[in-house]
Structure formats: C-alpha cells, structure tokens
C-alpha cells in the first residue's frame, strides 16, 4: 500500500520513472504488442481524447462522443454496431480465429452539468478503445483465438447506463469486464481501492400556498419542511459512521418571496462502503424527511430510485494488475482512487468478474474530481500519458484472462467467493 502525504501535482516531473520490482511476468511477448500498439496509438488517441474533452454532453445525450467512438473504431477494423440497446450506447467487436473466450471492455462518455469532463470521462473513454485496440492487435499478431467486445456506455453520471445496458444483455457474452476512472492520488500510481455503494432518493413536499404577508397563517409551507429535513439530516451526520455519506439539494417550481411555497423537491444520496451499511443508514435518513412533513403539517413521498453497489475488484485480476504494475509501469495503492465516490460498475462487478483500478493525474490543491479544476486536469498531456499506461496493465489482465485457462478459472472462483462473503 502506498503512504503518500503530497497527491501528484502538475509542477511533478513525472518522466521521472518509479523503481520497479524484479521478476517475471505473464508472456512477455503479448506485453510487448500491447506496448508497441498503444504507443504508436497515442497521436491518434490524444486527438480523440481532446475531442471528446471539447465536445461535452451530459447523461444520455452523448451523440458527438458516439460517433467520434464509432467512426475512430470502424477505421481501426472493429465491426460497430451503432445505437446498441440504448440510443447513445454502441458496441465495437474483434473476433480471431474460433472458440476462444471473451474480453469486455467499457468506455465511458457522459459529461456533468456546467462543469464539463470534470470526472475525465473523455480519459476512460479512450482507455477503453486503447485496451480494444491491443487486444485486437495481440490477437491478430500472435495468433490467439479469442473476442474483444468494447461496450461504449452512456449516463454513468446517475443514470444507470450500464445497468440498463446488463439487462439488455449487453455484458452475456463477457468472460470478464475491465475498465478504469481517473482521480487525484500519488505520482505514477494505480489504484485498486473499492467505492461507495449509493442509495438514491427523491422526496416532494406538498403544501398549501398563501401571501406571505397578508395571512401567512393560511398556508403550509413545503419549502420549510424541505429546509427542516435538511437540517434534521446535517444534525443526524454526527451519530453515523465517517465512512458513510448522506448528501442532497432543493429544487422547487414557481416559488416568490411573497408567496408560501406549496412544493418543494429534495433530491439525496445516501452512501456507505457496502449496499448492506447504506441500507441501514437509509432507515436512519428516511424518518428525517417524514418528521418535516409532520411539523410543518405538509405531505411528503419519499420515492427511492436505483442503487449503486460498491466495487467489487475481482482479487484474481487485481492481483494480475498488481504484479504487471510493480513490476513494469509504477506503484499500486488501495487508498486514493474512487474510493469516496460511486460508480455503476460496481453494479456489473456484483454480477460478473471485473476490475475497475483508478489512475492518477496531476491535479491541483482543491481540484478533485468534479471540479472545474479536474476538468482542465483530465485534458492535460500528463493526464493523456497516464491513461495510456493503465490501459496498457488491463489490455495485460484481458489478454491473460482469455489467453490462460487456469487464470480465467481462479477469476471465476475469486468471483464467487467474494459473492458469498457478501453481507
């Protein structure tokens, strides 16, 4: 585990290479593809990383990103189906020789409201394409039977793209799924921490409009009741874990300073390190909303949308990322990463083998993810370079994983015995 005090930032010079660990790694000779691929990749991916940096659109609108994908995949030989299951969705495949298994493969797209790639989508999207394109080649070039499937996968940012995708059956034909987030943390280092699981809720408020001058006693106020369950959930964070999250915002229509607001909207996120704990903090956080409602004498439906899980990081294959890692391109770490944020491929990682390792980038002092400040981090050069060398250590763990029986086999066991130790 890495014990790092300063995050890698962009004054760094991180051409500077990290000292490696001695040993012997799984076939060199696909390694050596995979390095030579990606490398001579680079231009080409550093000017679709910029264009889909400059090209920003939010959950299920991301039309620019997918025909930039596509078109950058046809001409590079994949077969690409367009508008797969989902509109903005698409898949890209590379099939050799017959009977061989099944690498999958995810790249992200969406953008955040107003701030841009601020959690450098536009990174994990051309990882995503690097790793496919390695594959490809390593196949092709060493003769290796086996199917690359590249899933371009919209709305991560809170719509559950990937999860419609799986029930689609998007993910049927994958022996294991790979994919990796950007994020602030220690010079040349990869991440295999977890996340959060999360919990998502909305809740309405109704009350009773009335003039808030002349006879305010007339009316029930729904956006005190709103303002109450917020303050009832800031004064219920000192008794819950420090590991867990409860967080929302306050929207309502048509509201004026003369007028009681009849209606407000909260919407709030509720996170723990596992779905069991923020299953149990939800029944915590629920009563918070209801006591509003019952002092200010409003209505309030509380409706519970889709729940994230935390990341399960399949032990078989980190532990192929961890040993190509240390040994060839840097330092891995189970503390920085994603670890205090969510993902919906922590949903696919309960279904299926999977690993999801952070990267980091150069970032400035309060300038994490979902920042403007990650925004202009996640289109830097050093950002691009970093990318490149965790997708060369997962196009490692893909091609192991289809190219070695006995591996693929300990990923499948690793994958059952995290599922039942579940809690």
Same mark, same amino acid.
């Given at each position: @585990?890495? /014990?790092?005090?300063?995050?890698?930032? !962009?004054?760094?010079?991180?051409?500077?290479?990290?000292?490696?660990? +001695?040993?012997?790694? #799984? *076939?060199?000779?696909?390694?050596?593809?995979?390095?030579?691929?990606?490398?001579?990749?680079?231009?080409?991916? *550093?000017?679709?990383?910029?264009?889909?940096?400059?090209? !920003? +659109?939010?959950? #299920?609108? +991301? *039309?620019?990103?997918?025909?930039?994908?596509?078109?950058?995949? +046809?001409?590079?030989?994949?077969?690409?189906t367009r508008h797969h299951l989902l509109e903005t969705a698409w898949v890209a495949t590379y099939t050799h020789g017959r009977g061989g298994h099944v690498l999958g493969v995810n790249s992200e797209m969406d953008a955040l409201p107003g701030i841009g790639h601020a959690c450098g989508h536009n990174l994990i999207g051309i990882s995503g394409v690097a790793v496919a394109c390695a594959a490809k080649a390593a196949m092709k070039q060493l003769n290796i039977d086996g199917k690359v499937i590249l899933l371009g996968t919209p709305a991560e940012e809170g719509g559950f793209g990937k999860v419609k995708l799986w029930e689609r059956g998007a993910?049927?034909? @994958?022996?294991?799924?790979? @994919?990796?987030? !950007?994020?602030?943390?220690?010079?040349?280092?990869i991440s295999l921490s977890s996340c959060l699981a999360v919990i998502r809720l909305e809740i309405e408020y109704s009350g009773h409009t009335a003039h808030a001058a002349l006879s305010p006693w007339e009316g029930k106020n729904a956006l005190d009741a709103a303002v109450l369950a917020y303050t009832n959930i800031a004064l219920l964070r000192q008794q819950i874990k420090p590991t867990h999250r409860v967080h929302g915002i306050i929207e309502g229509n048509n509201w004026a300073p003369n007028i009681i607001p009849d209606n407000s909207k909260m919407y709030y996120y509720i996170r723990a390190p596992t779905t069991a704990e923020a299953e149990e903090t939800l029944k915590r956080v629920v009563p918070c909303f209801e006591a509003a409602a019952l002092a200010t004498g409003t209505n309030v439906k509380v409706t519970r949308g889709s729940t994230g899980n935390e990341l399960v990081q399949n032990k078989a294959l980190g532990g192929e990322l961890s040993d190509v890692v240390r040994k060839k391109y840097g330092v891995i770490d189970y503390e920085y990463g994603i670890s205090g944020a969510s993902?919906?491929?922590?949903?696919?990682?309960?279904?299926?083998?999977?690993?999801? !390792?952070?990267?980091?980038?150069?970032?400035?002092?309060?300038?994490g993810n979902h920042t403007r400040a990650f925004t202009d981090s996640s289109r830097s050069q050093a950002a691009h370079d970093a990318c490149l060398v965790v997708?060369?250590?997962?196009?490692?763990?893909?091609?192991?994983?289809?190219?070695? *029986?006995?591996?693929? /086999? /300990?990923?499948?066991d690793s994958f059952e015995e995290q599922k039942s130790n579940r809690t």
């Amino acid at each position: @585990m890495v /014990q790092a005090d300063v995050l890698w930032r !962009p004054e760094d010079d991180y051409k500077i290479k990290p000292t490696l660990e +001695e040993g012997v790694i #799984y *076939r060199p000779d696909i390694l050596t593809v995979i390095d030579t691929v990606i490398d001579s990749l680079s231009g080409e991916l *550093r000017e679709l990383n910029l264009d889909i940096h400059d090209h !920003p +659109e939010l959950k #299920y609108e +991301e *039309r620019y990103a997918h025909d930039a994908y596509t078109s950058f995949l +046809e001409k590079h030989g994949f077969e690409v189906t367009r508008h797969h299951l989902l509109e903005t969705a698409w898949v890209a495949t590379y099939t050799h020789g017959r009977g061989g298994h099944v690498l999958g493969v995810n790249s992200e797209m969406d953008a955040l409201p107003g701030i841009g790639h601020a959690c450098g989508h536009n990174l994990i999207g051309i990882s995503g394409v690097a790793v496919a394109c390695a594959a490809k080649a390593a196949m092709k070039q060493l003769n290796i039977d086996g199917k690359v499937i590249l899933l371009g996968t919209p709305a991560e940012e809170g719509g559950f793209g990937k999860v419609k995708l799986w029930e689609r059956g998007a993910y049927k034909e @994958m022996d294991v799924c790979l @994919m990796c987030h !950007p994020a602030p943390g220690p010079l040349h280092s990869i991440s295999l921490s977890s996340c959060l699981a999360v919990i998502r809720l909305e809740i309405e408020y109704s009350g009773h409009t009335a003039h808030a001058a002349l006879s305010p006693w007339e009316g029930k106020n729904a956006l005190d009741a709103a303002v109450l369950a917020y303050t009832n959930i800031a004064l219920l964070r000192q008794q819950i874990k420090p590991t867990h999250r409860v967080h929302g915002i306050i929207e309502g229509n048509n509201w004026a300073p003369n007028i009681i607001p009849d209606n407000s909207k909260m919407y709030y996120y509720i996170r723990a390190p596992t779905t069991a704990e923020a299953e149990e903090t939800l029944k915590r956080v629920v009563p918070c909303f209801e006591a509003a409602a019952l002092a200010t004498g409003t209505n309030v439906k509380v409706t519970r949308g889709s729940t994230g899980n935390e990341l399960v990081q399949n032990k078989a294959l980190g532990g192929e990322l961890s040993d190509v890692v240390r040994k060839k391109y840097g330092v891995i770490d189970y503390e920085y990463g994603i670890s205090g944020a969510s993902t919906d491929f922590g949903n696919i990682s309960y279904l299926m083998p999977g690993l999801h !390792p952070g990267f980091s980038i150069p970032t400035i002092l309060e300038g994490g993810n979902h920042t403007r400040a990650f925004t202009d981090s996640s289109r830097s050069q050093a950002a691009h370079d970093a990318c490149l060398v965790v997708s060369k250590a997962l196009a490692h763990v893909g091609m192991r994983a289809i190219t070695d *029986r006995g591996f693929l /086999q /300990q990923v499948k066991d690793s994958f059952e015995e995290q599922k039942s130790n579940r809690t």
